[in-house]
Each structure stands twice: as structure tokens, then as C-alpha cells.
């Protein structure tokens, strides 16, 4: 398998002007290259994508399985990069913190030996009123022992969610996260930002919550996958064939 050290992230969102009802907002996320990602797609190697998480990767508020962000995010890369033998393994588990996420770091994320592993980790801190400090002296020792693998991260912030929102913490670990990634020069794709690039494009949070207050619905995860999926191709030097073809 093919690997680059990651550089640092740069992130933008930008809405469309407009966009039809039933869809996704069109948005522009710009992350920093994945360069051992794209040599491994210009090499021809198959890529593994790990998710690792909590219960917003693993689905919690989703219909079924499928509806799942991992495995929609999967089938969008496979529409978009015809040919590429990838796969994206759902490892997120609900009401786990980072401290549990460390712990099954090499069973769970390094077994697989992906070449990506997209990081969500956060609001269970938050909702149980948790230190920062501490999140992100966690949140460093699993972003190392990734380094030292040479598989490159993606970290994934908390989705603009009442009960996230409601949390005395909330502000508090939006900073440290936003904080850790330029520290350790990984990029942060922004889901807080982006739900709020969707609601100034017309999309209200409610459309894209489960009734929770919480996590994502099944259009949530949909729009989710979508952006994802395309600031990964962009960010892996790769056509998207999809937009290519209009």
C-alpha cells in the first residue's frame, strides 16, 4: 500500500444558488490533498476506508443499515470512481468517547490496514459533560499511532444538532477539535459548517434530524455521504464522473 504523510488542511463551503427539493444543497469542500490516497488510486491498489466513530457513523437515526453515512459514502465513491475496488467499513459504535475508540484502534481501524480513516469523535464528550483537555490528549495518541501506520485521517467535528447545540461544552469542544487538527495537521471536514451551509441554502436542520434532536435522518446521512464523498475525490487529485458526464 502506498503512503504520504498527510499535509494540512484548507476547507471551504460555498452553497448553490439553488437546488431541487429532495436533494442535497450543492456544496464546495476543499480538504487538503491525500496524497498516499491518490498515489494508491494512480497505482491501481484497491482502497479501504475505515469510519471510525460513534452512533452518527454507526446509523443511529437512520431507517436501516444502508442509510448509514458509511455505506451511502461507499456507494457514492463506487458511482464516481468506476473501475476503483474500494470498500468503506462502518466501525463506529454508539455512546462511545475517544477513550473508547482508542482502545479498539488496532482490532477495529488497523487490522483492516486502510489507506483512510475518517475520524468522528466528540459529542459523546460532550453530552456527558467531559473535559476537552483530555479529549484531545486521546484524540493525539490515536492520530499518532495512525501516523506511525501511514494511513491518513480526515476528522469529522459534531453535527449542529439541539441537544449537541444545548450542551454547556458544545463551543468548547468545536475549538479544541478545530484546534487539534491544526495542531497535528490533519484535516477537519466540518460537518457543523456544512449543516449550516445547508440551512442558509434553504435545507432547515430539521429536515436533515431524526426526531431525537440528535443524529441524522436517512436524508441527513444522504447529504452527508454526498459532500464527503466529493471533497474526498477532489482532495485525491480524482474525475468525478459524475459531474464530468453533465
Same mark, same amino acid.
Given at each position: 500500500? =502506498? %503512503?504520504?504523510?498527510?499535509?494540512?488542511?484548507? =476547507?471551504?463551503?460555498?452553497?448553490?444558488?439553488?437546488?431541487?427539493?429532495?436533494?442535497?444543497?450543492?456544496?464546495?469542500?476543499?480538504?487538503?490533498?491525500?496524497?498516499? $490516497?491518490?498515489?494508491?488510486? #494512480?497505482?491501481?491498489?484497491?482502497?479501504?476506508?475505515?469510519?471510525?466513530?460513534?452512533?452518527?457513523?454507526?446509523? !443511529?437515526?437512520?431507517?436501516?443499515?444502508?442509510?448509514?453515512?458509511?455505506?451511502?459514502?461507499?456507494?457514492?465513491?463506487?458511482?464516481?470512481?468506476?473501475?476503483?475496488?474500494?470498500?468503506?467499513?462502518?466501525?463506529?459504535?454508539?455512546?462511545?468517547?475517544? *477513550?473508547?475508540?482508542?482502545?479498539?484502534?488496532?482490532?477495529?481501524?488497523?487490522?483492516?490496514?486502510?489507506?483512510? $480513516? =475518517?475520524?468522528?469523535?466528540?459529542?459523546? #464528550?460532550?453530552?456527558?459533560?467531559?473535559?476537552?483537555?483530555?479529549?484531545?490528549?486521546?484524540? %493525539?495518541?490515536?492520530?499518532?499511532?495512525?501516523?506511525?501506520?501511514?494511513?491518513?485521517?480526515?476528522?469529522?467535528?459534531?453535527?449542529?444538532?439541539?441537544? =449537541?447545540?444545548?450542551?454547556?461544552?458544545?463551543?468548547?469542544?468545536?475549538?479544541?477539535i478545530q484546534a487539534l487538527a491544526q495542531e497535528e495537521r490533519v484535516p477537519l471536514f466540518a460537518r457543523s459548517r456544512l449543516m449550516r451551509v445547508w440551512q442558509e441554502a434553504g435545507l432547515p436542520p430539521g #429536515?436533515?434530524?431524526?426526531?431525537?434532536?440528535? /443524529? /441524522?435522518?436517512?436524508?441527513?446521512?444522504?447529504?452527508?455521504? #454526498?459532500?464527503?464523498? !466529493?471533497?474526498?475525490? %477532489?482532495?485525491?487529485? *480524482? %474525475?468525478?464522473?459524475?459531474?464530468?458526464? /453533465?
Amino acid at each position: 500500500m =502506498i %503512503r504520504r504523510v498527510l499535509p494540512f488542511l484548507l =476547507i471551504c463551503l460555498a452553497p448553490s444558488p439553488a437546488w431541487a427539493a429532495g436533494t442535497c444543497p450543492a456544496v464546495t469542500e476543499r480538504l487538503a490533498p491525500l496524497l498516499g $490516497v491518490q498515489a494508491e488510486l #494512480e497505482a491501481g491498489e484497491p482502497l479501504t476506508i475505515v469510519a471510525l466513530g460513534s452512533s452518527s457513523t454507526e446509523g !443511529a437515526g437512520a431507517s436501516s443499515p444502508q442509510a448509514s453515512y458509511p455505506t451511502q459514502l461507499e456507494a457514492q465513491l463506487r458511482a464516481k470512481l468506476p473501475g476503483v475496488e474500494l470498500r468503506v467499513i462502518n466501525a463506529g459504535k454508539s455512546g462511545e468517547t475517544s *477513550q473508547d475508540m482508542l482502545a479498539r484502534l488496532e482490532t477495529d481501524v488497523l487490522a483492516h490496514d486502510p489507506g483512510l $480513516v =475518517i475520524w468522528q469523535a466528540g459529542g459523546n #464528550e460532550v453530552l456527558l459533560g467531559r473535559d476537552p483537555a483530555t479529549f484531545l490528549e486521546l484524540m %493525539r495518541q490515536g492520530l499518532r499511532r495512525l501516523r506511525q501506520a501511514g494511513i491518513e485521517v480526515v476528522l469529522m467535528d459534531n453535527q449542529r444538532a439541539p441537544r =449537541i447545540l444545548n450542551a454547556p461544552s458544545s463551543g468548547r469542544f468545536d475549538a479544541a477539535i478545530q484546534a487539534l487538527a491544526q495542531e497535528e495537521r490533519v484535516p477537519l471536514f466540518a460537518r457543523s459548517r456544512l449543516m449550516r451551509v445547508w440551512q442558509e441554502a434553504g435545507l432547515p436542520p430539521g #429536515e436533515v434530524l431524526a426526531a431525537d434532536g440528535l /443524529h /441524522h435522518n436517512d436524508r441527513g446521512y444522504a447529504c452527508l455521504a #454526498e459532500a464527503l464523498a !466529493a471533497a474526498l475525490i %477532489r482532495s485525491a487529485g *480524482q %474525475r468525478d464522473t459524475q459531474i464530468a458526464a /453533465h
